[in-house]
């Protein structure tokens, strides 16, 4: 659990380490924080440390990378880095440490201009033991030959023993990136940015473009690191409640002492300026022959620098009037425009690199209506420009940013890496970091400016009307690319081949070898630092209500530290509804806060929001019994958030949506379905192996069926063809499924969830508590859910697989839940992650056991492979039953469990999920009773579990694959679904 103190932070000054000296200390009294600079004397090396009373410590190392060509040198340097170092010579410390510790966030990620190694922990001797392992790996990288072909590229036989079989392109990365960019958004993201910037860094793609991957070579890597990673080049950041000096003495003795200051300082130069707009097109690749509603059409502009923080909050400013929701001028044009389906998810600013972009722009378009699009976009900014906008409407973005500023985060990423990856670009570019995290002197100067009139005008003209750095980006489907691109690589592999002589093809064989044996070799663990169970609290973190009342309505109140931002959420259990109402409810929830209500049009509507909440939304949350998975149950959620001093607004706001919510606009509607369908696909590619789990976990029991059916693929294919209806036959229906819905919830919820802090307690609960003076009351019921057969092989436009195995096990309240769960960190820590990774090529792999589910999964994720990879699980199982001891793999297993389950969120958060895990019946002591008996387990549990539930058991595939390969579903006798 986070911990947050009442009381402010001891504003006194720290002592540093002699090797530092310090900069500057700034109090930020919004976040109850202290940012201190100090710089590190021998290399100039800053160090930035976030001060606070918070029990999760953070940790980043960061260096400036700012390559030159789409190689992907910066990405298969950060995987390469992370596989053995000088102090810690064992092939893959990085994953050898998550098995060892109990950290919270533990990676590292390549952006286009840095590339950073984050970690966070509660423990303060894991937080030391991951210090001192990044420090090294980062600084004193080993760098090996067979790693960088392993990680990066190489070529292989396709059949090892037969000198005279094809050849076959593999590698971490190289794979990684083919299903990235199998994304039409990365490609066009990647395609407007290269030319928006076509002479700096941004031009490339940092990640690695796959066929750019395969010209980068070793040395060219050894280069990158020996010119980017230094002290002088890096950046360091660190937060939590730490003794400054202890850490800095650290840095200073494992690393940095041991460098001098570097006089070459890199940095991205300012992009040389268009004297007039561009328009530039593109093509990627469907497997299709229909091409219609398929191209995306963006408008981009350069801005200016992003260290300059006044100029970036005012472009802030402008993109939240013109896009933040429907009322918004530029992104009400665009939804309601029939050149696209929908805005396109790019529409926004871009603050991170040296200099700043906005763009909009629509999807679903054809090609022959980008003039029409640069026109419609054009038009609706010369009118804003010309008329100005609402100030209230102004006053609500404004309204945004301060409620942005003040929210206390961690839920999806520890809090303090949320402060320290939002500072970091400041840093990259020799800015002011502080600033951009004690927001508020500079919000008042926002403030103060966006009161003159006509500032919205003037910014629009400056900044985007007459700005001639502008580019209008088409990118086109085709029918033909993939198969093209497939013809240009098999042609390259077979170039290579006929210029290969027969000892060519042996130093193929015996790298390959060198390779294997490599991966194969035995590491002693003990070189590495660790933490034992013995670190573990046996007891788990609980947040109890504060108070529970049952009068009116029944109520559940949280007081923690929120900053002064207050939750609600209002509860109703779900009615009874027949399986069309269900395939309908994922998009009447989706919808419900985005229509109209009280008498308002959604456009009002969308408005009033901005202008009170933080946000409006809801769920419906379904899960199975904790005992028995074909017995389901669920309830609707809305859920929002306010500032303390709009208690009662927010409260009326939160009552008018619910009793009054106007499905009758059928334009809006239209617009809302198109949006849902387009982020559901533009999600496939990145959850590929979640959907792959999903479908093959749906035969196993009623839970795991509805929530593939509508969660899965099931459900995207059905918003396809839905959208697809209304082409035909008009919005109507959607307006009839959605009021037959709300018919059975409108009267109102029966139960509510307030999460405050102390001072706005009293007027939440009164403002909450007035609006309902009776309770609607459907008891909790059995969901009646029949089982349906659905596909197990989905076809998708991707270049890699999603490969998964489900096979029925127990729920979370079985003795036997807990040995599962650590067998399956013990097949991914012990088998998986050599055979399907490092030897197979796929990004990732893994086993866990799903007791909400009741079943055990093997997936895959971006893999080259699908028959290879399900015999690894297979083999897998022999592994680990062939074993006779394996403590040391219960230790990481259980070690990663914990971590999982301890990992700390936003104090509001923490309570919200406290509260919806006793609601569902994984008690306090359902979960204790779980953590208890995880501590517990032997390896004898591990082989009985593994021989009553796994071993000779077919269970249930799934796989989600590229297009056009049929022939492999029929060898894995799966049933296809096309997308």
Not at 137 to 147: K, Q, S, Y
Not at 323 to 351: I, M, Q, V
Not at 883 to 911: C, F, H, W
Request: proline letters at 4%; one cysteine or more.
């Amino acid at each position: 659990m986070a911990v947050y103190r009442d009381h402010a932070i001891d504003m006194s000054e720290t002592m540093q380490h002699s090797s530092f000296k310090k900069v500057s200390s700034t109090p930020v009294d919004s976040l109850n924080i202290v940012i201190e600079h100090y710089e590190h004397i021998k290399t100039g090396a800053p160090h930035y440390h976030i001060r606070s009373e918070h029990e999760e410590k953070a940790f980043l190392l960061a260096v400036r990378t700012m390559p030159h060509d789409s190689t992907g040198v910066a990405h298969i340097l950060e995987h390469t880095a992370l596989c053995g170092s000088e102090k810690f010579p064992v092939r893959d410390p990085f994953f050898m440490m998550t098995r060892r510790s109990l950290n919270t966030f533990m990676n590292a990620m390549t952006s286009s201009d840095w590339t950073a190694y984050p970690f966070a922990s509660q423990n303060d001797k894991d937080f030391l033991n991951l210090l001192d392992v990044y420090l090294d790996a980062v600084f004193f990288a080993n760098l090996d030959e067979l790693d960088f072909a392993q990680e990066g590229h190489r070529i292989e036989l396709a059949d090892k023993d037969d000198p005279n079989s094809a050849l076959e392109y593999k590698g971490v990365v190289f794979n990684e990136m083919k299903g990235a960019m199998s994304s039409p958004v990365s490609q066009l993201w990647q395609g407007i940015s290269g030319e928006l910037f076509p002479t700096t860094t941004y031009h490339y793609n940092s990640g690695g473009e796959p066929e750019n991957i395969l010209d980068l070579s070793y040395q060219e890597l050894l280069d990158f690191y020996r010119s980017h990673y230094h002290p002088t080049n890096a950046i360091i950041m660190t937060f939590g409640d730490m003794e400054v000096a202890d850490i800095q003495y650290r840095m200073d003795q494992q690393a940095l002492s041991r460098f001098d200051k570097q006089d070459r300082q890199l940095r991205v130069e300012p992009e040389r300026r268009f004297s007039e707009p561009q328009h530039k097109e593109a093509l990627y690749g469907v497997d299709s022959d229909d091409l219609s509603a398929k191209t995306h059409h963006v408008i981009g502009w350069l801005l200016g620098d992003s260290i300059d923080l006044d100029a970036q909050l005012e472009a802030n400013l402008l993109s939240q009037v013109l896009l933040d929701n429907s009322a918004s001028p530029l992104r009400r044009a665009l939804e309601e425009s029939d050149l696209g389906t929908t805005p396109s998810p790019l529409c926004g600013l871009e603050d991170s690199n040296r200099e700043m972009s906005f763009m909009c722009g629509l999807e679903g378009s054809e090609p022959e209506h980008a003039e029409a699009v640069e026109a419609l976009i054009l038009n609706t900014l010369e009118k804003v420009a010309e008329e100005g906008v609402p100030v209230e409407m102004v006053e609500a973005a404004l309204h945004q940013l301060e409620l942005h500023q003040r929210e206390i985060g961690g839920d999806h990423y520890p809090y303090g890496l949320q402060l320290i990856l939002t500072a970091l670009p400041a840093a990259t570019h020799y800015g002011d970091p502080v600033a951009l995290l004690n927001l508020d002197p500079a919000l008042e100067r926002l403030r103060a400016k966006a009161s003159s009139p006509g500032f919205i005008s003037d910014a629009v003209r400056q900044l985007l009307l007459t700005n001639t750095h502008r580019v209008r980006y088409t990118l086109k489907p085709s029918s033909t690319l993939n198969a093209e691109k497939a013809a240009k690589e098999k042609a390259r592999l077979e170039n290579e081949r006929a210029n290969m002589s027969d000892a060519d093809i042996q130093a193929l064989k015996d790298k390959a070898e060198a390779l294997e044996a490599r991966q194969a070799q035995e590491d002693d663990p003990d070189i590495l630092p660790k933490v034992g169970l013995e670190d573990i609290r046996p007891e788990l973190t609980y947040v109890a209500p504060t108070a529970e009342r049952s009068d009116r309505i029944d109520t559940t109140e949280y007081v923690t530290g929120t900053n002064g931002i207050i939750y609600q959420q209002a509860m109703l259990n779900l009615p009874p509804m027949t399986r069309e109402q269900m395939t309908w409810l994922p998009f009447y929830t989706q919808a419900w806060t985005e229509v109209g209500a009280g008498g308002n049009s959604y456009l009002t509507q969308q408005q009033r929001q901005t202008e009170v909440l933080g946000s409006l939304t809801s769920y419906a949350s379904v899960k199975g019994d904790i005992e028995d998975c074909n017995r389901l149950s669920g309830y609707l959620v809305m859920t929002g958030k306010a500032l303390g001093n709009r208690a009662e607004p927010f409260s009326d706001m939160l009552r008018e949506t619910w009793k009054s919510a106007d499905f009758s606009e059928e334009g809006r509607l239209k617009d809302l379905l198109n949006q849902a369908r387009a982020r559901k696909e533009q999600g496939i590619t990145g959850s590929g192996h979640a959907l792959a789990m999903s479908a093959a976990a749906a035969p196993i029991n009623r839970t795991a069926d509805l929530m593939n059916t509508l969660g899965g693929l099931p459900q995207a294919k059905r918003l396809k063809e839905r959208t697809e209806r209304i082409s035909e036959d008009g919005a109507g229906f959607v307006s009839e499924a959605l009021k037959d819905i709300n018919s059975l919830i409108s009267k109102g919820p029966d139960s509510l969830l307030l999460v405050h802090d102390e001072q706005n307690a009293a007027a939440h609960i009164a403002a909450a508590r007035k609006d309902w003076d009776n309770a609607n009351h459907y008891r909790k019921n059995c969901i009646d859910w029949d089982m349906s057969t659905g596909a197990s092989y989905w076809m998708v436009d991707s270049q890699v697989n999603f490969c998964a195995w489900a096979i029925p096990t127990v729920t979370l309240d079985h003795p036997d839940a807990a040995s599962l769960a650590v067998l399956g960190g013990v097949l991914r820590n012990g088998y998986l992650h050599t055979a399907i990774r490092e030897k197979g090529g796929a990004y990732g792999a893994g086993a866990s056991q799903d007791s909400s589910l009741g079943c055990f999964k093997f997936f895959t994720y971006r893999d080259p492979r699908t028959e290879g990879s399900f015999d690894d699980f297979a083999k897998s199982l022999t592994w680990v039953s062939g074993r006779t001891n394996g403590d040391d793999l219960i230790e990481q297993s259980v070690l990663g469990i914990i971590g999982s389950l301890d990992r700390p969120g936003s104090p509001a958060g923490e309570a919200k999920q406290a509260f919806h895990m006793d609601k569902s019946g994984r008690t306090r002591a359902v979960r204790q009773l779980f953590r208890d008996r995880l501590l517990k387990v032997t390896w004898t549990d591990i082989l009985q579990v593994t021989e009553k539930y796994l071993v000779g058991q077919d269970g249930y595939k799934a796989v989600v694959a590229p297009r056009g390969t049929a022939d492999i579903a029929s060898k894995l006798g799966l049933t296809i679904g096309e997308y």
